[in-house]
């Protein structure tokens, strides 16, 4: 026993040594560049800001996206430079960029990037007042400040405008699935109570029958969806995520199997593969008029 | 004490212990429920919430866990005297990771068949693991005429870290949501939501048992090895192949019901062998009914500890068989 002791000890003076050394690195790295004149070349890894950027008339200047991209159309013609896990370091840099859009987790993309003296918008995925304020500041960066407050206002009254639309309407009960297994009731993630897409909820006048979960993401196991009883049920997916047209119906049965359920007892199941609600970008006013019409059928004609 | 009595005192002990964590677990949940509505049978099925949790959510997982558990107990047992390996699981010889790709391609290419009621995913991780279970036998029979563990188990190690590969790669493709699904699924879940799964998994569970009875004796032999194994009659080939291809199925089987949870068929067979010693015929029963007695208890920690939320049960097993492992590790010095 003795010789292992011995042999641990410059193991573990080894891996102190690097946790240090990787405190360090993070603590010591600067949290973003001080914007000096508004940028002319522009690369957006996160496609939720690609949409802001365009909204607020930067469009022209961005010059290559993510490899999820797929708004607006002109996007496509763009070179992509990899995403939020395999950003091309060298493609972005080749393309000599002055700001790019980084996700607020890309340690490492950020410190390269700022070693090579790029400038940086750090983007954190969080709440539906963050959209606006995301457009905000980046109207502030990119140089577009006037059309990026008008463009938040815009979306803040529209916001408002659902809200009171349904402000004297019961507020049904719902569960908001965003994956499961194809064809089974297995592998339910739901949202939880925090995240755009429980705020959406809340605007479109329904309650997250998860509310109490402060979680963005819920896997929902089959005892949780019949105890929670919704009286409403949307999934909710990417547009690329449609089930085929002729395995909707399959796809909505499988739901029978909890027939406690009132959304499953009283029909009340919907489908919106809809990127304007799963991208948390300047569409989505349309995207919550599109799950408040959904939960309320009878305002929204 | 005779053989037969220590049979009957064995089965019956352990018996009694899943008996009853099978009757407390589906009780016990995050939600309570009143068990006089549950079998309150005048009301209408689809009215009775109770009824529905009781019977669509707690009773199939519960059964679940209860067949998971005592397939990789038992499939532990047999991989650990077929290899004479103290250190071998069920997941040693590339079968759940095979499984793991069939399920991992499932989920990443949004394949939607359905086979008996079963969908993609599960489907797919049977026919992986059926597909690794073929790729390990031929390798091991290619270059010797019996079956060569030493090859079985080089090629069963060499199949789980290629199959690993495979996952990667295809993962490095895949969309966040399906790379996060994918983890998920490898965590193991239990939360099967219907009897089909079960249902169509009886034709393996009962083959692979079946072939277990009859393996305790030829098991007994093995762990003195195959030349003496032989020398008292045992048609040793035969044996490991009967080994091999049973547990092999048991795992297949029990992985695309509940995921590859891991720890199972190492702790219960270790535990179970310190109670009742080395003999095949007694460790094998109760391995397997304290499997099932072990996960089903683990899966009721899972979805209780942080209720509301969910733990995934492969968690909880990992973290009482991660210390278990290197505790029997360090002891076995």
């Known amino acids: ?104 987790s890309q340690d490492d993309l950020k410190q390269q990037l700022s070693k090579a003296g790029v400038g940086i918008f750090d983007y954190r995925h969080a709440g539906l007042p963050d959209v606006t304020a995301t457009i905000r500041a980046l109207g502030d960066r990119t140089g577009d400040a006037a059309r990026a407050r008008d463009l938040a206002s815009a979306i803040e009254r529209g916001l408002d ?16 699935v965003f994956g499961r297994e194809r064809l089974s009731l ?116 | 004490m005779s053989l037969q009595r220590r049979f009957v005192r064995t089965v019956l002990g352990f018996g009694a212990l899943t ?74 010889l590339g079968v759940s990771t095979g499984a793991a790709l069939g399920a991992v391609l499932a989920i990443s290419f949004n394949w939607s068949i359905a086979v008996l009621g079963i969908s993609a995913v599960p489907v797919a991780a049977f026919a992986g693991s059926l597909a690794a279970v073929a790729i390990v036998y031929a390798l091991a029979q290619a270059r ?51 009897y089909q799964p079960l249902v169509a998994s009886v034709p393996a569970i009962a083959i692979a048992f079946a072939v277990f009875a009859w393996l305790a004796r030829p098991l007994n032999l093995l762990s003195l090895g195959p030349e003496s194994a032989d020398s008292r009659g045992l048609d040793v080939t035969r044996a490991q192949r009967a080994a091999f291809l049973s547990a092999s199925l048991a795992t297949g089987a029990a992985v695309t019901i509940g995921g590859p949870i891991g720890f199972i068929g190492i702790i219960i067979p270790h535990l179970v062998r310190l109670l009742v010693g080395p003999d095949h015929r007694l460790v094998l029963p109760a391995a397997a009914l304290f499997g099932a007695a072990f996960l089903v208890a683990c899966d009721v920690v899972a979805r209780t500890i942080f209720a509301p939320v969910e733990l995934p049960v492969g968690i909880i097993t990992a973290m009482i068989g991660g210390p278990f492992f290197l505790w029997l590790l360090i002891r076995r010095r």
């Open chain 2, 144 to 194: 010797h005429r019996g079956l060569s563990t030493t090859v079985l188990l080089l090629a069963g190690v060499t199949m789980n870290a290629f199959f690993s590969a495979m996952i990667l790669f295809v993962q490095y493709f895949a969309s966040f949501a399906d790379v996060y699904r994918t983890l998920r699924w490898l965590m193991g879940d239990l939360d099967i939501s219907s």
């Open chain 2, 19 to 92: 008996f009853v964590t099978l009757l407390l677990a589906p009780l016990v949940g995050p939600t309570p429920i009143d068990i006089r509505r549950v079998f309150d049978f005048s009301i209408p099925f689809a009215d009775n919430t109770d009824a529905q949790i009781f019977f669509i959510a707690r009773l199939p997982r519960t059964l679940a866990g209860a067949t998971v558990g005592a397939l990789f107990a038992a499939a532990g047992v047999v991989f650990q005297g077929l290899l004479r390996n103290a250190l071998a699981t069920p997941f040693t």
């Open chain 1, 1 to 104: 026993m003795a010789t292992y002791k011995k042999a641990l000890v410059p193991f573990l003076a080894a891996a102190l040594l690097c946790l240090v050394a990787a405190t360090r690195a993070v603590s010591t790295f600067p949290n973003s560049e001080i914007p000096k004149s508004p940028p002319s070349r522009i690369i957006s890894l996160v496609p939720a800001v690609t949409e802001m950027l365009y909204a607020i008339g930067a469009g022209p200047r961005v010059v290559a996206v993510s490899s999820y991209d797929t708004y607006p159309p002109e996007v496509k013609k763009l070179p992509t430079v990899g995403a939020l896990l395999d950003p091309n370091v060298e493609r972005i840099l080749s393309l000599k960029p002055d700001l790019v859009v980084v996700y607020g």
């Open chain 1, 186 to 301: 297995r592998g339910i993630y739901a949202s939880g109570g925090i995240g755009f897409l429980d705020d959406m909820l809340a605007v479109a006048g329904g309650t997250n029958v998860f509310a109490d979960m402060k979680l963005q993401a819920v896997q929902a196991s089959t005892e949780q969806i019949l105890a929670s009883r919704p009286e409403v049920i949307l999934e909710t997916r990417a547009a690329n995520s449609a089930f085929p047209a002729g395995e909707r119906q399959a796809e909505l049965s499988v739901w029978k199997a909890l027939a406690s359920v009132p959304a499953v007892r009283n029909g009340r199941l919907h489908f919106l593969f809809d990127d304007r609600i799963v991208i948390p970008g300047p569409r989505i006013v349309e995207g919550t008029t599109a799950m408040a019409r959904a939960l309320h059928p009878e305002v929204f004609q």
């Open chain 1, 161 to 176: 405008a659902i809200r009171a639309r349904v402000k004297d309407r019961p507020r049904p009960r719902t569960l908001l």
